[in-house]
């Protein structure tokens, strides 16, 4: 089971950090992601964490912008997104998932667990 928060109403070039808590599983050995979805539209990969490389993936409209990090001691996982932008605005969801291959880490149906989602709202 996975719970998101920490999304919110902020300002253009403001900052949020997204939580994601796992429970009843282990979580170390899971690949990792954030996706986000604009009503109407399909949901988007952001970025991801394999669980063996402490680099993560990004999607190219947050490089630089966002970072993904994991806990696993506390089965957490965060999202950092600073320099927010309106384009920013959507529902963002933590994901887990087994043995994806990195040509799989874009793809939604690539991982096995979703969160509930948290709600980012960038005004301008």
């Known amino acids: 089971q996975l719970q998101a928060s920490g999304g919110g109403l902020v300002q253009a070039g403001d900052s949020l950090r997204l939580s994601c808590a796992g429970s009843?599983?282990?979580?170390?050995?899971?690949?990792l992601g954030w996706f986000r979805q604009v009503t109407g539209r399909e949901r988007e990969f952001v970025a991801a964490l394999r669980p063996t490389n402490s680099n993560g993936f990004y999607a190219d409209s947050v490089k630089g912008r966002f970072t993904i990090s994991r806990d696993n001691a506390k089965s957490t996982l965060y999202l950092q997104m600073n320099s927010l932008q309106p384009e920013d605005t959507a529902v963002y969801y933590c994901t887990a998932g087994l043995n994806i291959i990195l040509s799989n880490l874009r793809v939604p149906s690539s991982y096995n667990y979703w969160g509930q989602g948290t709600e980012v709202t960038v005004s301008s």
């Open positions: 009843g599983r282990t979580f170390s050995g899971y690949t």
